[in-house]
């Protein structure tokens, strides 16, 4: 029997393409590194479901992205652009 306090996979894949669809909005371009790797850990998440925290170094734009990818239900996935100091 499924727990019912895991995320599902829809939800998991709605909020993953909503992080890369913002990515893309605010001028990442799918051909960046950084972007490739997001998409990367998102699409192992979206597959296996397990919580992660990833920082991503994006030098161009002096930020660290740092994704989070949650495993339950109420929480929601989120990207948070930082400024390199």
């Given amino acids: 029997m499924d727990d ?16 890369l669809n913002k990515l893309k909005e605010v001028g990442f371009s799918k051909n960046d590194s950084a972007f490739a790797e997001i998409q990367s850990a998102i699409s192992v998440w979206v597959k296996t479901g397990d ?4 920082k991503f170094p994006i030098p ?4 660290m992205a740092i994704l989070t990818l949650p495993s339950k239900r109420l929480d929601t996935a ?6 390199i100091t």
């Fill in 4 to 19: 019912p306090t895991l995320k599902p996979k829809e939800d998991r894949l709605r909020e993953g393409i909503t992080i």
């Fill in 51 to 54: 919580k992660s925290e990833k």
């Fill in 60 to 63: 161009r734009y002096g930020r």
């Fill in 78 to 83: 989120t990207l948070v652009l930082k400024n």
